[in-house]
């Protein structure tokens, strides 16, 4: 068990990259397919075993992984797990089987390429949530970009290349900039300690003028910002969307995006604390707009896939003004919304995939996605209807769903730090109920008009099998809410009431305890 517990976290991510490598070497498609479902599985055990044995009453890291790399840098392998990132791992890996099933049926040449693109994907998003050397990190954040790449430049629609070239450009910028933020960080902590480390748990305490503070946070949450995306830097998302194939749309709502508040939280507000506050009115602002400006726009959308890619611009939004309001109000107000910031991620991964995956299902009986092809189909899909009231309804927060828990502990930090914000806010509330009603009661209800709607199949048993986990889970997180809040809290109150001077304890595999940041110390930021 001792040995299990030190590599756990590793055996997490790195399943996934030597099922990639098996894929290609597989002899037939029906031997990849078994493979990749097998390889997925397999990291969705071993995380969750780090689900069942991780400390709900510990604040630090635990399943603490950390070796020499490249030590003459100060450049060390460092993995470890807290209530920060636990749930997206968990999401990453509980997601990653379901799609794959989602694919199951398609047999052309590139599916072999497919399938290893895909947990090559995986193990990008696994790595990025769990490592703690910014090196390390970055490796696996720029590893990301490639399999999406090309799983929306082959798969895609008509405009795919269009759509990702804009995604590598959007993103490749943003990432260019956070890593000279890096290397300048990199540089200061050597000038004011004498030792070279990537060690994100030493950088915490390195201390910056304001002038560069400014500067470098605004660099990590650039590169942060895009990838969310936040408003004004969401233009890439509608058309990655639109034109990515519904598998490369439920990873890239379901998780790609949220990695990018998880960077808000875990790098850019407890690096840089000072410049954290007085950014904090613009981002909370920019949230504010972004969850209107998402709204509206999903409102007037009339393809379905479109409208459901806008509206993670607005349900974002709402994690974007959680995640930050750790620096406004008191620390257990604070906290209460970056908890529902957290909480509201991995809703948003299940209600939005769902949405995407029956998105999908209509267009592949009718290859159309436009709103206006259908009306009525409840009354020959009764299992699609119940499954999209359900990823609906969670979506718009409906009491007894996730969304519901998520939104409203955002909602009352914010309101309570800032009635104007948290005001507004709960308008694209509403706004939400409009729009995502709208889709349901054009795709379901109405008259059955249209002759081609009539023969429509109803879910089959493989569509039947991957949406109903994501139907369940959406809500038993809003009727048994705690099951999941219990485990983050410790983590999110350590960073509401220590950002100014955040450090962290890491567990050691064997059960000791020891700093990571053995050089950190009170910097008076």
Not at 60 to 80: A, C, K, N, V
Not at 133 to 142: Q, S
Not at 446 to 454: A, I, Q, R
């Amino acid at each position: 068990m001792d040995f299990l517990n030190s590599h756990i976290l590793s055996i997490t991510t790195f399943v996934p990259l030597l099922t990639a490598i098996t894929v290609l070497l597989s002899p037939k498609l029906a031997i990849a397919r078994w493979v990749s479902m097998g390889g997925s599985i397999l990291a969705f055990l071993a995380s969750l075993h780090v689900w069942f044995y991780f400390d709900p009453q510990t604040a630090g890291l635990q399943f603490t992984e950390m070796h020499d790399w490249m030590p003459s840098f100060g450049i060390r392998y460092i993995m470890g797990v807290d209530g920060l990132n636990l749930l997206l791992i968990m999401l990453t890996t509980f997601l990653t089987p379901l799609i794959l099933l989602s694919v199951w049926h398609v047999d052309d040449k590139k599916q072999k390429a497919f399938l290893s693109l895909f947990m090559t994907l995986e193990c990008g998003m696994l790595g990025s949530l769990v490592a703690f050397d910014l090196v390390f990190f970055y490796v696996f954040w720029e590893a990301m970009l490639i399999p999406m790449y090309f799983i929306i430049g082959l798969w895609g629609g008509k405009n795919r290349i269009y759509a990702t070239t804009k995604f590598i450009i959007y993103t490749f910028v943003g990432s260019l900039l956070m890593l000279a933020a890096m290397i300048v960080l990199y540089v200061l902590h050597f000038q004011q300690t004498g030792i070279y480390t990537t060690n994100l748990l030493d950088l915490y305490g390195t201390s910056a003028e304001y002038s560069t503070q400014m500067w470098l946070f605004a660099a990590f949450a650039l590169a942060f910002a895009i990838k969310v995306p936040m408003f004004p830097f969401h233009t890439w998302l509608p058309d990655a969307h639109t034109e990515a194939p519904t598998s490369g749309s439920v990873i890239l709502a379901g998780v790609l995006l949220k990695l990018g508040t998880y960077g808000l939280v875990r790098f850019a507000i407890p690096l840089f604390p000072q410049a954290t506050a007085t950014f904090a009115p613009v981002m909370v602002a920019l949230g504010v707009i972004g969850i209107i400006y998402g709204a509206l726009t999903a409102w007037m959308q009339k393809d379905a896939k479109k409208m459901v890619a806008y509206s993670s611009v607005s349900h974002l939004g709402f994690v974007v003004i959680g995640s930050v309001a750790v620096v406004s109000g008191g620390a257990a107000l604070s906290a209460e919304a970056l908890t529902g910031a957290v909480y509201q991620q991995i809703n948003h991964g299940i209600s939005t995939g769902a949405l995407f995956f029956l998105v999908g299902c209509i267009y592949d009986r009718r290859h159309t996605r436009m709103l206006a092809d259908f009306g009525g189909i409840a009354k020959v899909m009764p299992w699609f209807a119940v499954m999209l009231i359900v990823a609906t309804l969670s979506s718009v927060g409906l009491p007894g769903t996730g969304g519901f828990v998520g939104e409203f502990l955002i909602l009352l930090g914010t309101f309570l730090s800032s009635p104007l914000a948290g005001a507004t806010a709960a308008l694209g509330v509403l706004l939400g109920a409009v729009y995502m009603l709208t889709l349901c009661r054009k795709i379901l209800f109405g008259p059955l008009d249209n002759e081609e709607n009539k023969t429509l199949e109803d879910l089959s048993p493989r569509e039947f099998a991957y949406l109903t986990p994501l139907a369940v889970l959406a809500v038993v997180m809003g009727v048994f809410p705690n099951l999941f809040l219990d485990k983050v809290r410790p983590s999110i109150e350590n960073l509401a009431n220590n950002f100014r001077n955040y450090k962290i304890v890491a567990e050691a595999p064997l059960g000791s305890e020891y700093l990571l940041g053995a050089d950190q110390k009170e910097t008076g930021r």
